[in-house]
Antibody, heavy 117, light 110 residues
Framework: EVQLEESGGGLVQPGGSLRLSCEVS????????MAWVRQAPGKGLEWVAH????????FYVDSVKGRFTMSRDNAKKSLFLLMNSLRVEDTAVYYC??????????WGQGSLVTVSS | QSALTQPASVSGSPGQSITISCTGT?????????VSWHQHHPGKAPKLIIF???NRPSGLSDRFSGSKSGNTASLTISGLQAEDEADYYC??????????FGGGTKLTVL
């Protein structure tokens, strides 16, 4: 069974940093592109970033470029999102998702990040 | 990277059919067959229901179907059931090597 589990969310002050993790099981992690998607309170889903299987290619939504860094450790079957210079508008539930069928076919339950003073 | 345009809400009675539209541009929906639909019950993980415009994941009910014409994709749910009440999002690949979601549509089963 494919499983994705996010962790690392919490409350952080504006300007602060946080690192999210996503541990996966049930599939060969190193073969897949992976993505982060977020949902701000009362808002829709927003693609944040995605990364290729060996971690050499990464793409980001404009609003997080230069502040967020996506990475992966294939040996540990883990995905990461390092978030720096956090803003109030980054408050959201962050989901990790697997790429397949040219879309995101499996999702985690999400991790809540709250940016507030 | 503007969100694709979806109606904010749709509703229907049990057994009826509804269609949700998703309008983009010639740089996303109109350019690729990489359009998918995701069902999201609040507090739960989103669920893929349609990929590559009109394909259903294995095991998914054939009450869900998708199509595309030009810059607009559509999701049709037939034989509405109470458990279909959820938020629905379209997603498209873009010419900038990024992904863009629709704003989401809240489906109410009356």
């Amino acid at each position: 069974e494919v499983q994705l589990e996010e962790s690392g969310g919490g409350l952080v002050q504006p300007g602060g940093s946080l690192r999210l993790s996503c541990e996966v099981s049930g599939f060969t992690f190193s073969n897949y592109w992976m993505a982060w998607v977020r949902q701000a309170p009362g808002k829709g889903l927003e693609w944040v970033a995605h990364i290729n299987p060996d971690g050499s290619e990464k793409f980001y939504v404009d609003s997080v470029k230069g502040r967020f860094t996506m990475s992966r450790d294939n040996a540990k079957k883990s995905l990461f999102l390092l978030m720096n210079s956090l803003r109030v508008e980054d408050t959201a539930v962050y989901y990790c998702a697997r790429h397949m069928h040219e879309t995101f076919d499996c999702w985690g339950q999400g991790s809540l990040v709250t940016v507030s003073s | 990277q503007s969100a694709l345009t979806q109606p904010a809400s749709v509703s229907g009675s049990p057994g009826q059919s509804i269609t949700i539209s998703c309008t983009g541009t010639s740089s996303d929906v109109g350019a690729y067959t990489f359009v998918s639909w995701h069902q999201h019950h609040p507090g739960k993980a989103p669920k893929l229901i349609i990929f590559n415009v009109s394909n259903r994941p294995s095991g998914l009910s054939d009450r869900f179907s998708g199509s595309k014409s030009g810059n607009t994709a559509s999701l049709t749910i037939s034989g509405l059931q109470a458990e279909d009440e959820a938020d629905y999002y379209c997603l498209s690949y873009t010419s900038s090597n990024t992904w863009v979601f629709g704003g989401g549509t809240k489906l109410t089963v009356l």
